[in-house]
């Protein structure tokens, strides 16, 4: 990665509810291709496959770390077979307000995404946007010494930013999940939420909302908002 501008952010941007609405389509294909996979690989009824994949999503913040701890999956065969997206481009409509908002967005651009990068590179492609993105980092990236460390690992995050080789607090996560911001906050990253697809912040404490001394820096609508709130940023 070349080092970027001294004074310009670096932007984390996640994918799925945050540069998309992956609500609608896309999350209801993949949790059903992960509980077909999960049922298939443990020999499991459909109910308690889909109560195990929930079970892991929400003790280690991904399915597929709960599998490999205690089932020894395959990562790829999992990732694989989790995104079956053959006619994504019918899925994710082209976004030309998203490609607007990026050429104006200052700084670098990265996506960073807990999905695999075959299945981010399509999404990208599908919004029209891989152009302005300057990196991609899935969740296959996200292994060190052997082991998967995806949102919102802390390590993880520390890692990513000693690779970009900037001040953490130049970097900024955008996301819809308060659990990955809240891991950011803590490695001193600055911090966007973002709210209009359904942002995942049930049960989040009061000190998870936006605003001055709390976790969240600031919280928006949608990414489209973006540029008129650099300056806000602490």
């Known amino acids: 990665m070349t080092r970027p501008h001294p004074r310009r952010p670096?932007?984390?941007?996640?994918?799925?509810?945050?540069?998309?609405?992956?609500?609608?389509?896309?999350?209801?294909?993949?949790?059903?291709?992960?509980?077909?996979?999960?049922?298939?690989?443990?020999?499991?009824?459909?109910?308690?496959?889909?109560?195990?994949?929930?079970?892991?999503?929400?003790?280690?913040?991904?399915?597929?770390?709960?599998?490999?701890?205690?089932?020894?999956?395959?990562?790829?065969?999992?990732?694989?077979?989790?995104?079956?997206?053959?006619?994504?481009?019918?899925?994710?409509?082209?976004?030309?307000?998203?490609?607007?908002?990026?050429?104006?967005?200052?700084?670098?651009?990265?996506?960073?995404?807990n999905g695999p990068a075959a299945y981010a590179a399509g999404v990208l492609r599908a919004l029209g946007v891989a152009p302005l993105v300057d990196d991609l980092i899935p969740i296959e990236a996200m292994r060190f010494a052997g082991r998967f460390m995806p949102k919102p690992s802390r390590t993880m995050m520390r890692k990513l930013v000693a690779r970009l080789r900037v001040p953490a607090g130049r970097c900024v996560l955008v996301e819809d999940s308060v659990d990955n911001l809240r891991a950011a906050r803590a490695c001193r990253l600055r911090t966007v939420l973002v709210t209009g697809h359904g942002a995942r912040t049930a049960g989040a404490p009061p000190a998870a909302r936006a605003g001055r001394g709390r976790r969240i820096d600031v919280q928006v609508q949608s990414v489209g908002q973006l540029p008129r709130i650099v300056h806000r940023l602490p």
């Not at 670096?10 to 291709?33: C, E, K, M, S, Y």
């Not at 399915?63 to 999956?73: A, E, K, M, Q």
């Open 10 to 113: 670096v932007w984390l941007l996640d994918l799925d509810n945050t540069l998309h609405d992956a609500g609608t389509h896309v999350f209801p294909r993949i949790n059903q291709a992960m509980t077909d996979y999960v049922a298939r690989r443990l020999a499991l009824p459909h109910d308690e496959a889909s109560a195990l994949r929930v079970h892991y999503w929400r003790r280690y913040g991904a399915t597929l770390l709960g599998l490999i701890r205690h089932h020894d999956v395959d990562p790829h065969e999992f990732l694989r077979e989790a995104h079956p997206f053959p006619d994504l481009h019918r899925l994710v409509a082209r976004d030309h307000g998203l490609r607007q908002v990026l050429r104006r967005l200052p700084g670098r651009k990265i996506v960073v995404t």
